[in-house]
């Protein structure tokens, strides 16, 4: 079991950063790859970013490549999303999740959300 809180979240002018925190609780953080989701009002919640339980991999959502960079501290049981060079369309509830240990690309677990809103 794995516990989500994101936090982070907040009001930023178009061109500004902001960077997002996932502290999990549960004794199996460091086996799951984790990931950052975020869904618009009105829309489907998409894929933003993930890693791999050890860091050496990433992966991001076209829409956010070199603008945002996902990273993991496994010593202090957290992940992070941080977001430089922000726009109106990244508005949205961004959502921590962590993936599945036996099915790659299910993702098990969630966290409640952290609004982030950018202004124009």
């Known amino acids: 079991q794995v516990q989500l809180v994101e936090s982070g979240g907040g009001l930023v002018q178009a061109g500004g950063s902001l960077r997002l925190s996932c502290a999990a609780s549960g004794r199996s953080f460091r086996v799951h790859a984790m990931g950052w989701f975020r869904q618009a009002p009105g829309k489907e919640r998409k894929f933003v970013a993930s890693?791999?339980?050890?860091?050496?991999?990433?992966d991001y959502a076209d829409s956010v490549k070199g603008r945002f960079t996902i990273s993991r501290d496994n010593a202090k049981n957290t992940v992070y999303l941080q977001m430089n060079s922000l726009k109106p369309e990244d508005t949205a509830v961004y959502y921590c999740?962590?993936?599945?240990?036996?099915?790659?690309?299910?993702?098990?677990?969630w966290g409640q959300g952290t609004q982030v809103t950018v202004s124009s």
């Open positions: 999740a962590a993936e599945s240990e036996i099915v790659v690309g299910q993702w098990d677990y």
């Open positions: 890693i791999t339980w050890s860091g050496s991999s990433t």
